[in-house]
């Protein structure tokens, strides 16, 4: 997110799809704009096509043997350049993408596979609430909450479901994230953390059951990014006590400072949401790692300081960067992650870095 969720990861959207339609459109169509307003459920769990991209953004820790094992499971909406008045059941009005990885200690490094393709047919985002389809893969939201999802990628499958352990979190001012300076740079935002998970993974011919916790994150947008930013920086953590923990920072291009950032701690059993100021949250690197294959330098584990506290992220593993250039453009690491406070481990969840192999742009 922020999957890559959290994040704008599809506000970088430079696929060589996207730039071959926009190529055939004369005028950008009215994209709908982020203003605050309440989110409204179900409905809001849906797909939201006026805006130019979406994504729900799902990753987590099973707990396998001899090893836990991370995972992220990623669908997004783009909503193209393409004349909405054009009829054809063929035009590339709407692209879905999809990105699948399991991180696995043993192996050092990722099983991946990735989707794309134009909306219509058997490739739908249904607007009434969560259920993405693409290729065989599926996400969706059931009647009683839980989530499910299919995926029979190149070098695994995994089937699960999720279920809420506690409420929706509205991230920013009730589901209005700012992501910038500017007010228009903003996007709407929910997390659902501390999902139970329970998956059937297949991997050469073996399958297992296994347990684990999940977070997912959706939101949709239709803001690019400040012209001085390169990137962002995001966490969405899972604590062993039953606290949710978002953080994120927008870094610029010029120097080593954040140009935006936020934190949201929603203790267990809360009704409320503890957001800090940009002010009060710091990123600083405790290791790097660089990729054979980029060249980019990663952060891979990092010291955030929120308030007066300070967390310290531990990667699974150091090589957890995904080549998405075929589908979304991009390239970035998506890296399960332990999380430490005051030299103890307090939670699990993934850390996101994005910009650093290029500054994205749109």
């Not at 203003?35 to 396998?64: K, N, S």
């Not at 393709?117 to 993405?132: I, L, N, Q, W």
């Not at 995926?151 to 929706?168: G, K, R």
């Not at 001085?228 to 994120?248: E, K, P």
Request: hydrophobic letters at 40%; aromatic letters at 10%.
């Amino acid at each position: 997110m922020l999957r890559a969720r959290r994040s704008l990861l599809l506000a970088a959207l430079a696929t060589p799809a996207a730039r071959s339609v926009a190529q055939t459109a004369h005028d950008e169509p009215a994209y709908a704009k982020v203003t605050p307003r309440p989110l409204v459920f179900p409905r809001d769990h849906g797909a939201h096509p006026e805006y130019r991209i979406e994504w729900w953004y799902l990753t987590g820790w099973l707990d396998a043997q001899p090893q836990p094992l991370g995972f992220q499971i990623t669908f997004f909406r783009s909503r193209t350049p393409i004349d909405p008045a054009n009829p054809s059941r063929f035009a590339a009005h709407q692209l879905l993408i999809a990105h699948a990885a399991l991180a696995d200690p043993a192996r050092g490094g990722l099983l991946h596979d990735q989707r794309i393709a134009r909306a219509g047919f058997s490739v739908t985002a249904d607007e009434r609430d969560t259920d993405v389809r693409l290729d065989g893969w599926r996400f969706r939201r059931e009647a009683d909450g839980r989530y499910t999802a299919t995926i029979a990628a190149a070098s695994f499958e995994l089937a699960f479901d999720a279920e809420p352990t506690q409420p929706l979190l509205l991230q920013g001012d009730r589901g209005f994230s700012r992501k910038g300076p500017r007010a228009e740079q903003s996007s709407h935002y929910y997390s659902q953390p501390q999902l139970a998970v329970r998956a059937r993974l297949t991997r050469e011919g073996r399958s297992a059951t296994l347990s684990g916790r999940a977070w997912l994150d959706h939101e949709w947008s239709s803001t690019v990014l400040d012209a001085n930013a390169a990137g962002w920086d995001w966490i969405g953590m899972n604590l062993d006590d039953g606290t949710a923990l978002t953080a994120f920072q927008i870094r610029r291009k010029t120097d080593a400072h954040a140009l935006y950032a936020y934190a949201a701690l929603r203790a267990p059993g809360a009704t409320t949401v503890q957001v800090f100021a940009p002010d009060a949250v710091r990123f600083a690197s405790l290791a790097t790692w660089r990729s054979p294959r980029t060249g980019a330098t990663y952060p891979v584990a990092q010291r955030i300081d929120i308030g007066a506290r300070r967390f310290e992220t531990q990667p699974l593993f150091a090589d957890q960067e995904l080549d998405t250039r075929a589908t979304s453009g991009t390239v970035y690491w998506e890296g399960a992650s332990r999380l430490r406070e005051s030299g103890k481990p307090v939670g699990r969840g993934y850390l996101e870095l994005t910009g650093y192999v290029a500054p994205l742009t749109l």
